[in-house]
């Protein structure tokens, strides 16, 4: 579960002075389904989710995440959490299998439960014939792979993910969008940002439209296209942008 | 605080910079290359080169004495030198190196010599030029031999004794080891080249574990992590401490290995034969100079992974690292120069403090009181850099600068 309450963000900027880059964001999102922070460059979508993930503290509101509040516990928001972005990318001189091991073991998993966890994911993602490989060796799909088995080591409860297949191919990105339904199917919570109406349109169950770090629409599709008389999810997104 | 995590950062970061060839150059290769290069390879050099040059025959011209012929004959039969025929531009001869030096003889030497009245030999020679300064001390040995073999035929000559000229002998007598001897010749050496390759490598890791970190992408995923920033920085810096650590053990290793080897390959080629020195360092002293670097490399790793975390990227990290070397080469080489002593004061200046200490640790001196103070002053400088490394480890604006 994870629960946002009027979180807010400043940055102090030499051009910019002090902006807001999140402003008074409040929504909610259950466990078995998919928020979508939808948003263009620069909206403050990935700010919402590093706060979210504890990787930035927020300057306003607060937020739970698996029921723990992301100042006062961060560590463990952090263990409860899985997250993935493009700049998450995996340490290129250890092996796939290394690497899975290091954030295995910084999560506290045993001995043990780490390589029944490992073993199992590598036969479930495939990856067993690279995982003695270098990840700077990998191809851009297996490096995907790397980080998805990276992300569900310690088996979270919620799943970040800040536009995950921006860059992506065709191929490695339905990699991540499997992935993605997948974390859904088994029961966890899943906050999803894209700027690809597409994506958002095939993953999410509700949508939250942000732009200038403020939440400007949220709801179904359905909910969207009724509230907005438009069809498409880019018509209804440019309107909701432009009132 | 969680020694568990600190532990497993720190292994990984290990695992990690072993596998980066410029970590491994600069912690492992230059250590143990540096030392035999600088050492026996410019000793080598430099003794075959000093060999040769005393191996020539110096070409020395003679100007007057035609008056003269008993020491021009002497002069002629001399085997060391090779006479040359008087020229006027002899000067410049000598600067453009063309003979090594010129002998003026005064207008009737011998006649003077017997009458025994006081003449002036003059030598003429290229100061600071070796081969020019070894043609002219043959000559200057040559008629200092000359005017003793004078005085010994005055003295005989009034049936007087030979030691009247010479009534009492000057002696100068060692009375320090020569380890002692040899270790305040090379002392200076080993803090500075200890001190430096300490600084150098750490220099790598800091930059891969910080900047490297944030070029590469990979500080989101392990902030993402539930490891705390406390514990990662302090797994990072051991990892720099060690790199910097194993560097300065290498590069004190390599330098006892030289000595002992240097030794041995310059007395075979040198012509002068074995010194006499003892160029080695006791193990003691290995120990201590190590103990007493310990410190310095906490600050070391503690300051430059401050600084590459500032960076943006891998090259921004190496600009403002590069310009740190000559903070701690000038207080190196400050503490090789000669008249430069340990006192109170200078043990709270940093690096220069453990340069002068290293320098009589390996002279076999054990200043015990200012090697507590200079220990506990390093500590706390290190502390205080370490602390800083922590501080900015928590702040956003360092770890996401764009």
Same mark, same amino acid.
């Given at each position: 579960?994870?629960?946002?309450?009027?979180?807010?963000?400043?940055?102090?900027?030499?051009?910019?002075?002090?902006?807001?880059?999140?402003?008074?964001?409040?929504?909610?999102?259950?466990?078995?389904?998919?928020?979508?922070?939808?948003?263009?460059?620069?909206?403050?979508?990935?700010?919402?989710?590093?706060?979210?993930?504890?990787?930035?503290?927020?300057?306003?509101?607060?937020?739970?995440?698996?029921?723990?509040?992301?100042?006062?516990?961060?560590?463990?928001?952090?263990?409860?959490?899985?997250?993935?972005?493009?700049?998450?990318?995996?340490?290129?001189?250890?092996?796939?299998?290394?690497?899975?091991?290091?954030?295995?073991?910084?999560?506290?998993?045993?001995?043990?439960?780490?390589?029944?966890?490992?073993?199992?994911?590598?036969?479930?993602?495939?990856?067993?014939?690279?995982?003695?490989?270098?990840?700077?060796?990998?191809?851009?799909?297996?490096?995907?792979?790397?980080?998805?088995?990276?992300?569900?080591?310690?088996?979270?409860?919620?799943?970040?993910?800040?536009?995950?297949?921006?860059?992506?191919?065709?191929?490695?990105?339905?990699?991540?969008?499997?992935?993605?339904?997948?974390?859904?199917?088994?029961?966890?919570?899943?906050?999803?940002?894209?700027?690809?109406?597409?994506?958002?349109?095939?993953?999410?169950?509700?949508?939250?439209?942000?732009?200038?770090?403020?939440?400007?629409?949220?709801?179904?599709?359905?909910?969207?296209?009724?509230?907005?008389?438009?069809?498409?999810?880019?018509?209804?997104?440019?309107?909701?942008?432009?009132? | 605080?969680?020694?568990?995590?600190?532990?497993?950062?720190?292994?990984?970061?290990?695992?990690?910079?072993?596998? $980066?060839?410029?970590?491994?150059?600069?912690?492992?290769?230059?250590?143990?290359?540096?030392?035999?290069?600088?050492?026996?390879?410019?000793?080598?050099?430099?003794?075959?080169?000093?060999?040769?040059?005393?191996?020539?025959?110096?070409?020395?011209?003679?100007?007057?004495?035609?008056?003269?012929?008993?020491?021009?004959?002497?002069?002629?039969?001399?085997?060391?030198?090779?006479?040359?025929?008087?020229?006027?531009?002899?000067?410049?001869?000598?600067?453009?190196?063309?003979?090594?030096?010129?002998?003026?003889?005064?207008?009737?030497?011998?006649?003077?010599?017997?009458?025994? $009245?006081?003449?002036?030999?003059?030598?003429?020679?290229?100061?600071?030029?070796?081969?020019?300064?070894?043609?002219?001390?043959?000559?200057?040995?040559?008629?200092?031999?000359?005017?003793?073999?004078?005085?010994?035929?005055?003295?005989?000559?009034?049936?007087?004794?030979?030691?009247?000229?010479?009534?009492?002998?000057?002696?100068?007598?060692?009375?320090?080891?020569?380890?002692?001897?040899?270790?305040?010749?090379?002392?200076?050496?080993?803090?500075?080249?200890?001190?430096?390759?300490?600084?150098?490598?750490?220099?790598?890791?800091?930059?891969?574990?910080?900047?490297?970190?944030?070029?590469?992408?990979?500080?989101?995923?392990?902030?993402?992590?539930?490891?705390?920033?406390?514990?990662?920085?302090?797994?990072?810096?051991?990892?720099?401490?060690?790199?910097?650590?194993?560097?300065?053990?290498?590069?004190?290793?390599?330098?006892?290995?030289?000595?002992?080897?240097?030794?041995?390959?310059?007395?075979?080629?040198?012509?002068?034969?074995?010194?006499?020195?003892?160029?080695?360092?006791?193990?003691?002293?290995?120990?201590?100079?190590?103990?007493?670097?310990?410190?310095?490399?906490?600050?070391?790793?503690?300051?430059?992974?401050?600084?590459?975390?500032?960076?943006?990227?891998?090259?921004?990290?190496?600009?403002?690292?590069?310009?740190?070397?000559?903070?701690?080469?000038?207080?190196?080489?400050?503490?090789?120069?000669?008249?430069?002593?340990?006192?109170?004061?200078?043990?709270?200046?940093?690096?220069? &403090?453990?340069?002068?200490?290293?320098?009589?640790?390996?002279?076999?001196?054990?200043?015990? &009181?200012?090697?507590?103070?200079?220990?506990?002053?390093?500590?706390?400088?290190?502390?205080?850099?370490?602390?800083?490394?922590?501080?900015?480890?928590?702040?956003?604006?360092?770890?996401?600068?764009?």
């Amino acid at each position: 579960m994870i629960e946002v309450n009027n979180l807010g963000k400043q940055f102090r900027d030499k051009q910019r002075g002090i902006f807001r880059a999140v402003d008074g964001v409040t929504f909610s999102c259950r466990p078995g389904q998919i928020y979508g922070l939808l948003g263009a460059n620069g909206a403050g979508k990935t700010t919402t989710l590093r706060m979210l993930a504890t990787i930035l503290g927020p300057t306003t509101g607060s937020a739970t995440v698996a029921g723990y509040d992301i100042v006062r516990e961060p560590q463990k928001v952090r263990a409860s959490v899985g997250f993935l972005s493009t700049a998450t990318a995996l340490y290129g001189r250890l092996t796939a299998q290394e690497m899975v091991e290091y954030f295995g073991r910084l999560h506290g998993l045993a001995e043990p439960r780490l390589h029944c966890n490992l073993d199992a994911l590598f036969q479930r993602l495939g990856m067993n014939d690279f995982r003695d490989r270098r990840c700077d060796k990998l191809s851009t799909g297996m490096k995907q792979k790397v980080s998805i088995a990276r992300t569900l080591v310690h088996d979270p409860s919620v799943m970040i993910f800040d536009e995950p297949t921006a860059g992506l191919d065709v191929l490695a990105a339905r990699t991540i969008v499997g992935f993605i339904r997948e974390c859904r199917e088994t029961g966890k919570t899943v906050l999803f940002s894209t700027h690809l109406m597409s994506e958002a349109e095939k993953l999410c169950d509700t949508i939250g439209i942000i732009h200038n770090g403020r939440l400007m629409a949220e709801g179904t599709l359905g909910d969207l296209r009724e509230r907005y008389l438009q069809n498409d999810l880019e018509d209804i997104f440019v309107r909701v942008v432009q009132a | 605080m969680s020694w568990r995590n600190v532990g497993v950062v720190y292994r990984k970061e290990l695992t990690d910079s072993l596998r $980066d060839r410029r970590t491994v150059l600069s912690m492992i290769a230059v250590p143990i290359l540096l030392m035999p290069m600088l050492t026996i390879g410019l000793g080598v050099v430099s003794v075959l080169l000093f060999g040769r040059a005393m191996l020539e025959i110096p070409t020395v011209m003679v100007l007057g004495g035609q008056d003269s012929p008993a020491v021009l004959a002497a002069l002629h039969a001399l085997p060391e030198i090779r006479i040359v025929p008087a020229r006027p531009d002899y000067a410049q001869e000598i600067s453009e190196k063309q003979i090594r030096a010129a002998v003026e003889i005064p207008r009737d030497f011998d006649a003077a010599v017997a009458r025994g $009245d006081a003449v002036t030999v003059r030598i003429d020679v290229y100061q600071g030029e070796l081969k020019s300064g070894f043609g002219a001390d043959r000559v200057q040995k040559f008629f200092t031999d000359y005017r003793d073999g004078v005085v010994r035929q005055r003295l005989q000559s009034r049936q007087l004794p030979a030691r009247l000229a010479a009534p009492f002998v000057i002696e100068q007598k060692n009375v320090v080891a020569p380890e002692k001897v040899g270790g305040e010749l090379i002392g200076g050496l080993v803090p500075y080249f200890v001190i430096l390759l300490c600084l150098t490598g750490a220099m790598y890791p800091a930059i891969d574990l910080t900047a490297g970190e944030k070029e590469r992408g990979t500080i989101e995923t392990i902030l993402c992590s539930p490891v705390s920033r406390v514990h990662l920085v302090l797994g990072k810096f051991l990892m720099v401490l060690t790199a910097s650590l194993f560097t300065a053990l290498l590069a004190i290793l390599s330098m006892g290995m030289t000595f002992v080897a240097g030794k041995k390959i310059l007395e075979r080629l040198s012509p002068l034969n074995a010194t006499g020195l003892a160029l080695s360092i006791s193990l003691k002293a290995v120990v201590w100079v190590f103990v007493m670097i310990v410190p310095l490399a906490v600050l070391f790793s503690a300051a430059l992974l401050a600084i590459a975390l500032f960076a943006k990227s891998y090259k921004e990290a190496q600009s403002y690292l590069s310009p740190l070397t000559v903070f701690v080469i000038l207080p190196a080489i400050v503490s090789i120069l000669p008249g430069v002593d340990l006192n109170a004061g200078l043990s709270l200046i940093p690096v220069l &403090n453990t340069s002068l200490v290293s320098k009589e640790i390996v002279a076999g001196t054990y200043p015990w &009181n200012y090697m507590a103070l200079i220990f506990a002053s390093s500590c706390l400088y290190a502390a205080g850099a370490l602390a800083v490394a922590i501080h900015l480890f928590q702040r956003e604006d360092v770890l996401f600068r764009t």
